[in-house]
């Protein structure tokens, strides 16, 4: 693959290091990433951020990686819920598989997510460990 | 409406070290030109459905490929919608005759996945699912459906034995067909110890890598033989999409582009679930498998896992036979290709052509094809003219 211009992820920022969601200014409902138009019709939105906080809604594990992830060995992967109806994919750290369950709660943590080769770029963002 | 089927072919799906995808495509247009009675020359147009030849082979624009294939210069080129690119290019032959420009449409689809190492083939079987909101988080295909098994185990009760129960079948299946990639027949016990991939799914509750290429040939009603009892048409098919990633649905135990896609096409052929025979449905892990039955209306909500363990879409049993072919676990899952040899299989079915996994008497049949993890979905019924 291509090693893609630092861009790519410069102009996500807000969503993967902040959690910006839209806030519908019609329904209220909350979107993440952004929506450009809501299921109620409407396309006007405000910015809000989500505190990173949630649960488990479900999870798994990569045994078998793609190219970007090899070096890191197995991962947990899961889909926390936000606030209600906001959802988020995610990887868990700092627990083991077997000690997991759907409706955990978990916190959101700033850390390294993978990097572009040795000398390429290192991409950061969120991911969760189980509320202690 | 009614689309005619002159012609199928479908290549051994597995690993063609000898074979480039150009020669697989090659071999199944050749075979079902043949199996169709006519002539590169009286072709309309020509669609290939494919996903990943670019990224795996650095070569895409295959419409041209396929048409120097057969050496003709009519309208040729690739239909993409993830592992839906072969329903979505029998999608596009049908509404290709429908609206009037075409009479005899090929419709192939093909890919060469083993060219490319386990990782290679993992990082871009994950361009089917969101970049920016899973792959981007190291997430991948396994994993993605992995949530969705377990959050399915969770909330309707299905056990471990009852989801392996899907490979088991799709295997015996498979082990009759001889097209399919992994012709062996497997246990609960070895769904269960075989390796994880993405807990708490195992190696054989994922369909493998494989190669193949499989093509269809459409005609319009006017070309369709008269009297031919063994002719199959398509009377019906829908189409439907729903969020890129997971986080976006509302469930995760129910595809809703299934039951949409699958409702269009059971209106426009005017039939329900309980008049089909058999089904080639989109079983690239077990788990999927049993939310495409309740999704498509063969079982009850939660149902799904008892009536597989019970062996009762068996290709012994009385009722609907599910994936006689093996489905993409035991007959292979070349991307591309897979919609394709799905309606393949069908149409061999419905005119009694299939050797031993031929399911009896069997005069109404549907394909149900699907790209990411239920985010695009075809849903194609065939009849059998008599």
Request: with cysteine; charged share 35%.
């Given at each position: 693959m291509f090693n893609q211009s630092p861009l790519i992820r410069w102009r996500k920022y807000n969503n993967n290091y902040f959690l910006e969601a839209s806030k519908c200014q019609n329904c209220k409902k909350i979107h993440f990433p952004k929506a450009y138009i809501c299921t109620c019709g409407c396309s006007l939105f405000d910015k809000t951020i989500l505190s990173g906080a949630g649960k488990i809604v479900s999870f798994s594990t990569v045994n078998i990686s793609t190219e970007q992830f090899v070096e890191q060995g197995v991962l947990i992967i899961a889909l926390i819920e936000l606030c209600k109806g906001v959802k988020i994919c995610g990887q868990i750290v700092e627990s083991k598989i077997e000690d997991l369950k759907i409706g955990d709660f978990v916190e959101s943590c700033f850390r390294k997510i993978s990097q572009n080769g040795d000398d390429g770029i290192i991409n950061y963002g969120i991911k969760f460990r189980v509320k202690i | 409406m009614k689309i005619g089927v002159l012609g199928v072919s479908c290549t051994k799906f597995?690993?063609?070290?000898?074979?480039s995808l150009s020669d697989l495509l090659w071999l199944s247009q050749i075979e079902a030109l043949n199996d169709a009675k006519?002539?590169?020359?009286?072709?309309?147009l020509i669609l290939v459905g494919n996903m990943c030849s670019g990224i795996f082979l650095g070569q895409q624009n295959l419409g041209v490929v396929a048409a120097e294939n057969l050496n003709v210069n009519i309208p040729s080129f690739t239909v993409e919608s993830a592992c839906a690119s072969g329903g979505v290019a029998l999608r596009s032959g049908i509404i290709s005759i429908l609206s009037g420009t075409s009479d005899l449409v090929l419709v192939s689809g093909v890919e060469k996945m083993t060219d490319v190492n386990i990782s290679q083939a993992t990082t871009g079987l994950m361009f089917a699912a969101s970049e920016e909101l899973e792959a981007f988080n190291g997430a991948t295909f396994p994993s993605l459906n992995g949530m969705v098994a377990r959050s399915y185990m969770h909330k309707y009760g299905l056990t471990r034995e009852q989801l392996a129960s899907v490979s088991v079948k799709n295997h015996r299946h498979g082990a009759l067909n001889t097209l399919a990639h992994l012709r062996k027949e497997i246990s609960i016990a070895d769904v269960l110890n075989?390796?994880?991939?993405?807990d708490p799914l195992t190696l054989l509750d994922c369909s493998p890598v494989s190669d193949g290429a499989a093509s269809i040939i459409l005609c319009s009603e006017k070309f369709a033989p008269k009297n031919d009892k063994k002719l199959v048409s398509i009377i019906g098919f829908g189409m439907a999409m729903d969020s890129l990633s997971l986080q976006n649905r509302e469930d995760l135990c129910s595809m809703k582009a299934t039951k949409l896609a699958s409702e269009i096409a059971y209106k426009s052929a005017g039939v329900e679930p309980k008049d089909i025979d058999v089904v080639e449905l989109h079983d690239a892990f077990s788990i999927l498998e049993i939310i495409a039955l309740e999704d498509l209306g063969f079982a009850e909500k939660g149902e799904a896992g008892r009536l597989e363990a019970e062996g009762k879409?068996?290709?012994?049993?009385d009722g609907l036979v599910v994936n006689p072919s093996g489905g993409l676990k035991a007959k292979g899952h070349p991307i591309g290709a897979t919609g394709v040899s799905q309606a393949v299989e069908i149409v061999k079915q419905l005119r009694g052509s299939?050797?031993?996994?031929q399911v009896k008497d069997a005069n109404l049949g549907l394909a149900h094809n699907m790209g990411g993890v239920g985010a695009s979905v075809t849903v194609h019924i065939f009849k059998r003219e008599d």
């Open positions: - | 597995g690993e063609h070290w000898d074979k006519i002539s590169p020359k009286d072709l309309d075989s390796q994880i991939v993405s879409f068996n290709i012994d049993s299939c050797d031993k996994n």
